[in-house]
């Protein structure tokens, strides 16, 4: 059996507009898709770095992961510095997370116009976004105490 070890897991994503819903629901999205393809379970995670373009100040991404149950997770949330012609409207995460899986198990995940990002990392397909917003819905049904 393999060693338990701390392992980063990268996401990114983009929102077309700086408003409060719409960088929850793309952060909330990335996340799931991380938490699904990775099989991250909550109790395992260390701790999570979001952070945003200069662009984005509507809401903080660490909300997202407390609507989805990460309660007790430590997350940070601090702006991407600023280089001339990168890429705007831009949310990051890095989450520490324990787990057995070797560092080429590890999925990344990369959507929206953040695909460019690491196109070399951009392997899976497509999410199924219906799919995964009924995903998050039960989420956020199930940690509400309903």
Known sequence: MA????RGVRGATTVDEN???????????MLALM????????????????TVTKDLDAEFPALAARQLGWLGVPLLCSYEIS?????????RVLIHWNTQKSAAEIHHVYMGG???????????????LDELEEWIAAQMHSDSGA
């Open 83 to 91: 280089v001339e012609n990168s890429l705007q409207r831009c949310i």
């Open 114 to 128: 953040a695909v460019r990002l690491r196109p070399d990392l951009v392997s899976l397909p497509a999410a199924d």
């Open 35 to 50: 938490i699904r393809r990775n099989e991250i379970d909550g109790d395992d995670v260390c701790s999570v770095i979001f």
């Open 19 to 29: 408003e409060r819903e719409a960088i929850l629901r793309a952060t909330r999205q």
């Open 3 to 6: 060693a338990t070890v701390c």
